[in-house]
């Protein structure tokens, strides 16, 4: 994929602190208004301009944009993979990177780059707006400025917040934790199941107890390796089982995230029953998630779960449903035993759960 690239240099003319790449996919953020109301990309030389309050700052930012860029609904596995490789590419120099996205599938990106980071030991912050950057009452111009602070923060050397996050509407969220919740408001996302890592006001309050911590001997390496052969099943009330079966047919399907009722639970019948088991038997990994924005699945405490646990449904436990997409993509992806896979998914490998 084509890039462009940008440097500017905040503290100019005195030398700067320090380094961070913002990386532009595109989305709402980066938007401007022309004089026949109609939404065009914004040119990031402009950016000082725009945003005077950069300059205080005192930092060396590299800009890379997509050189078309994607609508979020477009946002595609490859496209995880283009952002993954530019952080790695240019990871030793900077001090931490912000990726600008549109907000309807960031949880899905910000969950895959979590994966695919291997050793991260950098902030990585994930940022949008509801409302594009020059308009009046917009969000982008306090999303991007924390998010550029949080990115650059360091502590006795080191990153305070050296995992994949999601800034959103003064709240620091681990990306594979986070929901999109809300499509009007600006507090468009939540993390139900895990706290926010900081909260900004007149100062940025970070939650440390909740931050992953890297292995300090660990460098950094990108997983681009993923195998997007699954597929999502919600459970409703009247859902036919005869769909079910053909999509659990389906050639060369290997994972299935099943959306079930409150703390796992899913209907009884003996159909739905043989039809996950079969799946199973043939190879299919199915992993269960609630379709409820808080709580986890607990398999086994209803009489309506007990039957998944017999069955070999993998308990999700309370994971997001982005963020089990994904993991499914990347353990599927994994040259390893199936028995392995099944062990990855049911445990934390950065964070997306408890065990």
Known sequence: MKTNKLRINTAAPLKPEGSVLIIYTGGTIGMIMDKDNTLLTFDFKGILERVPVLKTFNLQLEVISFEEPLDSSNMQPEHWVEIANIIEEHYADHDGFVVLQGTDTMAYTASALSFMLKGLSKPVIFTGSQLPIFSPRSDAHENLITSIE???????????????????????????????????????????NYPALAEAGISIEFNRNYILQPDPAAGLSVITRLDTSVVIIKLFPGLSWEIVQ?????????????????????????????????????????????????????????????????IGVISGKDITTEAAVVKLMFVLGMDVKDADRVALLGKAICGELDD
Not at 169 to 174: A, E, F, H, P
Not at 273 to 279: C, N, V, Y
């Open 150 to 192: 949080i990115a650059s923060r360091k502590e006795n050397g080191r990153a305070i917040v050296p995992e994949v996050c999601i800034y959103f509407d003064y709240l620091l969220m681990r990306g594979n934790r986070t929901k999109k919740v809300e499509s009007q408001h600006f507090d468009a996302f939540k993390s139900e």
């Open 246 to 310: 053909r999509i659990l047919e389906t050639e060369g399907l290997k994972g299935v995230v099943l959306e079930t009722f409150g703390a796992g639970n899913a209907p009884s019948d003996p159909k739905l029953l043989t039809l996950l088991q079969g799946a199973i038997r043939r190879g299919i990994i199915v992993m269960n998630v609630s379709q409820c924005a808080g709580g986890r699945v607990l398999q086994g405490r209803y009489e309506t779960s007990r039957q998944l646990v017999k």
